[in-house]
């Protein structure tokens, strides 16, 4: 069950990627041809750049779930199938540790709590506790940056979750639909 939520989740993720990828080549056609017409919009490249971290976070997710991020794989092409097998266990492992280190640091990062004690109230958190996440503006859009940032959150829950799936179904192959081991 929980792969089959992993599975899906992996999906949505490639589907926000892939319409990220498609904004970030068109907010950059957008920005050539408003230069080449002497009128160029000023925030395109901002944007361009957050759809563009925002495309890797989610698609780098996804990739977890796939299990087909970029590894060197020197040492585990000459080493025998149990030990292969254990060696995957192995980065499953090292990855769902690595996700509850983002939960935590996210956790302090964020402070969800401080600003729900200061009643959701931005500048009295930001007095109680000197983070300025929640205020400060990005360059040229003028959005809170929190916005942009809140793809780690994303990331971080989806790296836990197919951490978390891959640790429970060690044998589940990502090409099935249903991640059914074969």
């Not at 498609?22 to 056609?29: E, M, Q, R, Y």
């Not at 492992?93 to 302090?108: E, H, K, P, Q, T």
């Not at 729900?116 to 400060?136: C, L, M, P, S």
């Not at 040229?140 to 940032?149: A, D, E, M, S």
């Amino acid at each position: 069950m929980l792969y089959r939520v992993s599975a899906l989740w992996a999906r949505v993720e490639i589907v926000a990627a892939a319409a990220l990828a498609a904004s970030v080549s068109g907010l950059i056609l957008l920005n050539v041809v408003t230069r080449a017409m002497g009128q160029a919009i000023y925030w395109v490249d901002e944007a361009a750049i957050y759809a563009m971290v925002w495309m890797t976070f989610l698609a780098a997710s996804a990739a977890l779930h796939y299990r087909s991020a970029i590894a060197v794989t020197v040492v585990q092409e000459f080493l025998p199938q149990q030990a292969r097998a254990a060696m995957a266990r192995f980065v499953d492992l090292v990855i769902f540790v690595f996700a509850c280190l983002l939960v935590w640091i996210l956790w302090r990062w964020f402070m969800p709590l401080e600003l729900a004690r200061a009643g959701w109230d931005v500048k009295a958190f930001q007095g109680a506790t000197f983070n300025f996440i929640y205020a400060e503006p990005t360059s040229t859009l003028g959005i809170p940056k929190v916005w942009v940032w809140l793809v780690m959150v994303l990331f971080t829950l989806g790296a836990l979750l197919h951490a978390t799936a891959n640790l429970l179904n060690p044998h589940a192959d990502p090409g099935t639909p249903t991640g059914e081991t074969s």
